[in-house]
């Protein structure tokens, strides 16, 4: 190979490489200001300024605000795994199960508040945000049906567990136990999984 061959390879490695950073810092710039103030507060102008480029270099490698936070999506969420429902359906009995993972939630709310609370005060008003709404809520389903399999409950009481147990996985719900109710994790676990049981108990007549 000869040596200018080799420059060039070389010219065109580096030269993706710095892009990649440029992109890399972009995300991260992007991710900071929806953590701070809100996906709906952001602008173009804004997360050029945190990342040290230009308006037009955002937009040359996010053309859209889809774009723009699909990669904020990757970006945060690569540096705050969320918790595996795979890993929970390893745990056989359900009751221990349910503790288990509604304490590996509320830690994880409570590791990502402040990002939580931004996004879902804001989705309402920023289309963009749209597929990551409904990629986090088909998450949350996910979660739930980890959380009913191997449970022995059927027809109606089923289906109230389900749904507590929807309840208990809501970030709202977490907040308003913890935050606003001023519950520890461990209490706010035990709360909800009294609740769980409530639900899949046969309904008393009035």
Known sequence: ?????????YRKRRRAELEAQTRE???????????AIGPARTTVSAV??????????VYRHFPTEEALFEACS???????????????????????????????TYRFYADTEQMLERTSRDAPLVPSMSAAVQRFQAYLRELREAL????PERGR???????????ALSFGTWQS???QQG?????????????IQSAGERARAL
């Open 157 to 167: 009481r089923r289906e109230r567990v389900v749904a507590a147990i929807g309840h």
């Open 48 to 57: 050029a300024k945190e990342a040290g480029v230009q308006r037009a270099t």
């Open 148 to 151: 009913i399999r191997g449970r």
């Open 177 to 179: 136990l913890v935050r």
């Open 1 to 9: 190979m000869s040596s200018q061959m080799q420059k060039r390879r």
């Open 25 to 35: 810092r972009i995300a991260a710039a992007a991710v900071g200001l929806h953590g």
């Open 74 to 104: 990757a970006h945060y969420w690569a540096r705050h795994p969320r918790p595996d429902p795979a890993r929970w359906r390893e745990i056989a009995d359900p009751h221990v199960r349910l503790r288990h993972a509604l304490a590996e």
């Open 183 to 195: 519950l520890d994790t461990d209490e706010a676990v035990e709360l909800m999984v009294g609740l």
